[in-house]
């Protein structure tokens, strides 16, 4: 299994709900990833997850919480979202670090209105 | 400063046209790496190549094939033949020794290949 899944594929919320999105690898990875990426722009980088712990939040809005429950799966928590926070939410994962292959996930496209 | 520049945003061409999608990157370390990445429409982004800073050998790949020179700093990326399936958007990104784990991006070239 050589897959990075995300759920949902596509969510839309209003800007006081409360949402969840999952990712789940199987590949034995280290290091998890959540990159945050607006239409026509690269991927930036969100939090980075390394065996288990976070090692990396760049500076993201605590309305977004990320958790990692285990090995396999990390969350991303959203709450009172704004709509500017719209966009395709990308997990990722790899073995030990960025400087390997990273496997990415189709993302969850997100709409806040 | 670390950074990837794509002098390219969208190229278009068509079937069977070679194509080649420029990246120039600038760091001051000596030890990094390059990286290429594909997303196509349905959003994922697929890992093609990673190159370190001491390999600069060219790679060949199907109908891919990059070549890396540290002279100009730049690791551009050439499609032979290209097919509709290549239509695209390529991501050059660079990594350092640090390992700090963050992936510096390029803005991306969308390549769109016509039939």
């Known amino acids: 299994d050589t897959e990075v899944t995300q759920t949902p594929k596509h969510l839309v919320m209003g800007m006081t709900n409360k949402k969840s999105l999952k990712c789940e690898q199987h590949m034995g990875h280290r290091a998890m990833y959540w990159y945050k990426q607006k239409a026509k722009k690269p991927p930036e980088l969100m939090f980075v997850y390394s065996y288990e712990k976070l090692s990396i939040n760049e500076s993201v809005p605590s309305r977004f919480s990320p958790e990692c429950p285990n090995s396999s799966l990390l969350n991303l928590h959203l709450h009172a979202l704004q709509p500017e926070d719209s966009a395709l939410y990308l997990c990722a994962s790899s073995p030990l670090g960025v400087n390997e292959k990273l496997f990415f996930g189709s993302g969850t496209q997100l709409s806040v209105l | 400063a670390q950074k990837v520049t794509q002098a390219q945003t969208e190229i278009s061409v068509v079937e069977k046209e070679d194509v080649t999608l420029d990246c120039v990157y600038e760091t001051r370390d000596t030890t990094y790496y390059l990286f290429w990445y594909k997303q196509p429409p349905s959003g994922e982004l697929v890992f093609l190549i990673r190159r370190n800073s001491f390999d600069e050998q060219n790679e060949i790949s199907g109908r891919y094939s990059w070549n890396f020179q540290k002279s100009t700093s730049s690791f551009n990326f050439t499609i032979t033949a290209s097919q509709v399936v290549d239509s695209a958007v390529y991501f050059c990104?660079?990594?350092?020794?640090?390992?700090?784990?963050?992936?510096?991006f390029g803005t991306g070239t969308r390549l769109q290949v016509f039939p």
């Open positions: 990104a660079l990594t350092l020794r640090d390992n700090t784990d963050k992936l510096i």
